[in-house]
Structures are given as structure tokens and as C-alpha cells.
């Protein structure tokens, strides 16, 4: 063997038991690397092997950060023998052990370091209250991660060769380099922020400069709100002002070139994998799983008899079909009308509709036992907190769900599900309606199919949730991360008032199910496996089932 290919394997069998905090010896080293040839393990597979050797030497009770040769050679044994997860590829693969509802306060705040150009966690247990620092912090945060992307991107990144190319490469300026500068051209990167005197203006770490969008007709795609992240080109006049010619949103980096860099973070507390093992996971979930559907439901009144009708439908097919989801999402509102503070038969009524999904669920034993249902609750639900990421629905009123559905999941909004190596975001807000009311700049001229799909950019390539000041919608400063789309998620759930749509972005796939509501009951079912969801209509006549 090549002496190169054998400083290669060298250091990716240092580099994997270096991630699981462990050091190799000479010993240990030549001891795997004569693993590798005996069994004649091809380059790009030995990743892998070593990845599972790894994880089965962390397995051992005597496992030392010095790795022990006696306890290789046990792992080793133990694989020959068939014995614990020595033919991981022949053991079937149990959903249940890989699904994790994470709420977003269970998240750990990773910042952005200038310094080190890295994310670095943030030290001490996160407070509600927050400060002043968070605050800046915060939006720091949502502006260097993204700036970050943007200069990595071709566009903007010059290749080390020469070449004709670099001279048609946009340089990203700061707001400081324009004095004394009037007559020229730049491009700009910052929030759009109103000023004092109520003028629209970019703001970025050095200052801010007003925009005058006289000479723009028409801006790219996408929507642009007060707190919008935007990359702006035009002329600096003799008054100080930017003289916008254009407009964009940043571009959007997807999850797989973000996850090639940042993937040893984790990012939502429940472990970090490789892109290899991300693969594999996968190909597998494509291979064993390819039936299995996440049911998401939107606006479920509970209030509403007609409501219950639909979902005894909806579990009715289920068991008729013997086609049983493995998760159900119900995204609130759980009532039609919101609840008057201090009125007693409202909120008696309102723990009685819990009640009574209790009962109905917990009727179809199958699905009681091998379902799990997340609620998200929505706007008019009665949590602790109104601002974002909300509290989950209080327990008080709930309590019956808990005892009687043992796979009950009462989450924050927003939430994610980890589900092998995948991330869906699940998110309940109006957000359609919040972002039109507060445009700013030129309006769009576009049609419904293209509101959609402006809406789905903006919220991937701003990497935000709720990409607005927060005098629009108040956040919690030392959570804002958990409203954080970075890396890009394999799929967001929009929960939203407004029509009903399903696209795919950037590799992200975003879906808003629709409502519950009316005699169509509309909701979406999400295949892992493909990565996309499909529309579901349930046809119930009221009367019929009345009658």
C-alpha cells in the first residue's frame, strides 16, 4: 500500500476516536490499521468501520480516554462472535429509538464567534428575562451567521487562481466606506430598520444609511419586511443616501454544505453525526421505512363538534387501511375563538375539549400505543407566555391527554422533531398575514402561487422563522436560536391560517397542512423516506353523522 494512503487511513482512524474524546497509542493504531487490511476494508468504507468501533469501544464500562488495547480486542471478539451490534446492517431499524421531540427551550444556544469564525456554546443555564447583551447578541447572531454563508458562497468568494472570473465577483462594503465616496456604486449587506424620523434605512455593525427606492421599480423575489436581512447595490448620493438599484434576499446555503462544516455541533442536544452516518441513515429509513407517514394537522377546533367527527374519520381509515402514522402533529388553534381572561366556563370548557380527544384517542388502542402526538400550540391557546418560542399548553389542562396517551408530546412553538438524521421544524403562526402587514420598500406585484413562494424563500434564505423587528413580534432574547433555520432543516411545517400549499426550496421541504375545519377536512402527510409530503381531504357530511 501506498505510504500516502496509509497516512490517510492514519489519520481518519485518529480523527473518528478523537470525536468520541479518545486518544490512540501506537499500539491501538497498528492494531486497527491491520484490522482494515485483514479484512481487505476498501478506502471510502473505512470511515465507517472505524465509526462503529469507535461506538462500541464508548459502549465498554472500562472504556479509558487512552484507548485500551485489551478492550479493542474485546470489541473485536465480541464482532466476530455476533454478539451486540456486531451486524448493525442486519438489525432492523426501531423508528422509536431514533425520534426525539425537542422543545425550544431545551435547545443549546451556540453564538456566533468573530474571532474564531466559529459557533462557540454559550456558557450558564438561559433565562426568560434576558438582558441588554442578549439582546444585541441575538441579533448579531441571526446577521454574522447569515453574512458568514454569503461570503462562502461563489458568488461573492474569490477562487485562489487567477482567472477572469474574480473580476465579475460582487465585494460585500460596509456602511464606513461610503463617506467622502458620493457618486459611486456598492453593495451592502445589513437589516432593513426604519430611522426616527420614520425613513426606511440599512443598518449593519459600523452605521447606517437611508435607502431612496425612487429608481426601483420592481424588487427580486421575495418578501422584505422591517428586520429582513438584505443585500442592497446602488449609488451613494451627495445627500447621504443609498440610491437602491437592487434588492435581494442573501442566498441560501444548503444543509449538506452546512453540515460539512459545522456537522460536530450539535445544534439541538441530541447528539452530533457525520455526514456519513447521515447517508447511511438515509438509505436505510428509504429502504425499511418506506410507508411510514408523519400526519400534521392545522387548526383543530376542538370546540367545534364537526372537529371531533373529522379525526374519528381520520383514525377510522387508519385502522381500515391498517395504515398506522407514527407521529400525528396537531398544531393549535385548539379553539375558534379566543378565551376572555377570567371567564371560568371558557376555560372549564376549554380543559373539556382535551378531554374529550383524551377519550377519543385513547378508543383506538393501536393508535394509543404505537402513535405519537405532538401538540403545538397556536396563538389563541392558554400558555404561559405570549411571546415566540411559546410555552407549551398548560398541564392543567391536559392532564387527562397525559394519563391516557402515554405518547403524548405537549411542545413549544416552534418545536423540531429529530427523526434519524432528519430535522422538521414545526412551527403555528399566521405568518403570511404578519409578513404582508409590515412590508416595506416596493411592494410586489405578484399573484397567490407566487405569495407562497416568496414566503418560503424569504423564511430559508433570512435562516429565521419569524425574520421581523421584534417591536413587529416579540421574542425572547436568550431563545432566539430556537427560531433559528441554520443548518437548513430537512423540512418546516408552516402552520398558517392562509391557503394550503407544499414546495421544496433549496433541498428544504416546506409544508403548510391547511386547516381542519369544515366539511373538507384537509392535512398533509409527510413521507421520510422521499422527503415530501402529499395532501390528505377527508370528506365528512355533518349531517350525515349527526343523523
Keep these: 500500500m501506498q505510504p500516502a494512503v496509509v497516512a490517510d487511513r492514519r489519520q481518519v482512524i485518529i480523527k473518528v476516536f478523537r470525536k468520541y474524546g479518545h486518544s490512540l497509542g501506537p499500539d491501538s493504531l497498528e492494531f486497527l490499521e491491520e484490522l482494515l487490511d485483514r479484512h481487505e ?4 468504507d473505512v470511515e465507517f468501520s472505524i465509526e462503529w468501533m469507535a461506538k462500541e469501544y464508548n459502549k465498554q464500562d472500562d472504556a479509558q480516554m487512552k484507548v485500551s488495547l485489551d478492550v479493542l480486542h474485546r470489541v473485536y471478539e465480541a464482532f466476530q462472535n455476533g454478539e451486540g451490534g456486531g451486524a448493525p446492517e442486519h438489525t432492523l431499524l426501531d423508528p422509536d429509538n431514533h425520534l426525539f421531540v425537542i422543545d425550544a427551550f431545551e435547545m443549546p444556544l451556540w453564538n456566533w464567534s468573530t474571532e474564531r469564525s466559529t459557533f462557540e456554546r454559550a456558557p450558564g443555564p438561559l433565562t426568560s428575562s434576558g438582558s441588554a447583551d442578549s439582546r444585541v447578541m441575538a441579533m448579531r447572531n441571526r446577521l454574522n451567521v447569515i453574512k458568514q454563508c454569503v461570503l462562502r458562497n461563489d458568488h461573492f468568494s474569490p477562487s485562489t487562481l487567477p482567472s477572469q472570473d474574480r473580476e465579475s465577483l460582487l465585494t460585500i462594503r460596509s456602511t464606513k466606506q461610503l463617506l467622502g465616496r458620493a457618486g459611486d456604486r456598492f453593495l451592502l449587506f445589513g437589516m432593513l430598520a426604519l430611522s426616527k424620523e420614520g425613513k426606511l434605512c440599512l443598518e449593519d455593525q459600523d452605521g447606517v444609511v437611508e435607502l431612496d427606492f425612487s429608481q426601483l421599480d420592481q424588487p427580486s423575489e421575495g418578501l422584505f419586511t ?10 451613494y448620493t451627495e445627500d447621504a443616501t443609498l440610491l437602491v438599484i437592487a434588492i435581494g434576499h442573501p442566498p441560501c446555503e444548503s444543509r449538506e454544505a452546512a453540515r460539512s462544516i459545522y456537522g460536530h455541533i450539535d445544534f439541538l442536544g441530541k447528539g452530533a453525526t457525520t455526514l456519513l452516518e447521515d447517508k447511511q441513515l438515509m438509505a436505510r429509513v428509504q429502504l425499511e421505512l418506506p410507508d411510514l ?11 367545534r363538534p364537526e372537529t371531533l ?3 374519528r374519520k381520520m383514525f377510522d381509515n ?6 398506522i402514522p407514527k407521529v400525528i402533529v396537531l398544531c393549535g388553534n385548539f379553539t375558534s375563538v379566543g378565551i376572555p381572561q377570567g371567564n371560568g366556563r371558557e376555560v372549564r370548557r376549554y380543559q373539556e375539549n382535551f378531554d374529550a380527544l383524551a377519550d377519543l384517542i385513547s378508543s383506538y388502542p393501536l393508535i394509543t400505543r404505537t402513535t405519537h402526538f405532538v401538540m403545538v400550540p397556536g396563538p389563541l391557546d ?3 407566555n405570549t411571546v415566540l418560542p411559546r410555552r407549551p399548553i398548560l398541564s392543567s389542562f391536559v392532564a387527562r391527554m397525559k394519563s391516557r396517551v402515554p405518547n403524548a408530546h405537549f411542545a413549544t412553538n416552534p418545536c423540531r422533531i429529530k427523526f434519524f438524521e432528519q430535522e422538521i421544524v414545526i412551527f403555528r403562526e399566521d405568518l403570511m398575514s404578519r409578513m404582508l402587514r409590515n412590508l416595506v420598500g416596493v411592494k410586489p406585484d405578484v399573484k397567490n402561487d407566487d405569495l407562497k413562494r416568496y414566503l418560503v424563500q424569504t423564511v430559508l434564505d433570512q435562516s429565521h422563522l419569524m425574520p421581523v423587528t421584534t417591536s413587529i413580534q416579540p421574542t425572547l432574547s436568550e431563545y432566539d436560536h430556537a427560531l433559528r433555520l441554520y443548518p437548513l432543516p430537512t423540512a418546516v411545517v408552516l402552520a398558517d391560517r392562509y391557503d394550503k400549499y407544499q414546495m421544496t426550496y433549496e433541498g428544504c421541504h416546506v409544508v ?3 386547516r381542519f375545519v369544515g366539511n373538507s377536512f384537509t392535512f398533509s402527510a409527510y413521507a421520510p423516506a422521499r422527503r415530501e409530503s402529499e395532501e390528505c381531504v377527508l370528506d365528512v357530511n355533518v349531517d350525515d353523522e349527526w343523523s
Design 382 to 384: 392558554v400558555t404561559l
Design 41 to 44: 476494508i476498501a478506502d471510502e
Design 318 to 323: 387508519c385502522m381500515e387501511n391498517s395504515f
Design 226 to 235: 422591517e428586520g429582513c436581512l438584505a443585500l442592497v447595490e446602488g449609488d
Design 512 to 514: 403548510n397542512p391547511g
Design 309 to 311: 367527527l373529522g379525526l
Design 293 to 303: 407517514r408523519f400526519f400534521v394537522l392545522s387548526d383543530v377546533w376542538l370546540d
